[in-house]
């Protein structure tokens, strides 16, 4: 080309190269000396470029190979405020916690309690309140993803007890043990539906299952229990097709409330903690949560 001088052209052949590495994903080809170029301008002379490097599998949606941009919407995006006296649910889609009882994958510093100043109800079976958080408290987490509400509980206890060996009639609320009540649907409606849930742990890894009675323990759920004895670590995934209702997404509510048994007579559980116990008024005689939905408190699920 008239007036194009030798490094002119050089540039335009480097222009090239970058425009067929661009659409020539999986080609082999060589560049040689341009003819007019000292060997110092020369584009690596007889030397062959490999693009196996960028073939197709290796390119992800958004990349320049396919031209369609990956625009699906993060599903922990854009959770609405926390409704209010609403505990909020991590979202952890795709870095799901470990079931393992090793709470170390959970953020404990931001775990909320459970104890006696901040429990609805701090009594007993003879009326004697939990006497200090030594005795009896715990802190707690919830997270959650597509599949699976998590729950981590890590209990502080200064005697361990669990007289009571699961049975359809004894109840393992009388040893050392955390209650976790789900009402998938949030529709605080009194008597337990298919989508309520009263998930009973004992301290010593039985679990246990009641709508108002034993029932068998539903199936899809995993749990682990950790720590040193007398105080203790749950962790609890349970999976969205227990709880029913519309799809896991960001906004969504559950009814929810915690219940901490504590056994320290070794005959029956003579104190316990309830984080919400807010049924309305003219509830009946029972307004605890083992009693009646609308007497859970309630998690949102939240972003990241």
Known sequence: ?????????????????VAMLLVC??????????????????LATTDSIDLAIVDPPDLGPGDLATGSPDLTPDPCGSPPPLAAGSVAAQCVIGSPPTIDGNLADWPLGQFATLSKSTAAQNSGTWGTAVPDDANASAR???????????????VTDDVRNTPVTGSSTAAL?????????????????????????QLIYSADTQRQAAQSS????????????????????LEAAIPWSL???????AGRIVGFDLKLDDN?????????????????????SCQAPYCRTDAFGAVQLQGR
């Open 173 to 197: 609320t009388d040893n050392d043990a955390v209650e976790i009540f789900v009402d998938g649907q949030h529709d605080r409606g009194g008597a337990y539906g298919a989508d309520d849930w």
């Open 25 to 42: 994903a999986g080609c082999r080809f060589s560049v040689h000396a341009v003819e007019g170029i000292g060997a110092s301008d020369d």
């Open 243 to 249: 709880l029913g209702g519309s799809a896991a997404s």
């Open 140 to 154: 707690f987490f919830v997270r959650w993803d597509l599949a699976y509400l998590y729950v981590a509980v890590a």
């Open 214 to 233: 034993i029932v068998t323990f539903p199936s899809g759920t995993h749990e682990a229990w950790g720590g040193t004895s007398p105080a203790w670590t």
């Open 1 to 17: 080309t008239p007036g194009v001088g030798p490094r002119d052209t050089l540039g335009v052949v480097q222009r090239c190269a």
């Open 264 to 284: 320290d007579a070794g005959t029956m559980r003579d104190r316990d903690l309830i984080l919400y116990y807010d049924a309305p008024n003219g509830g009946g």
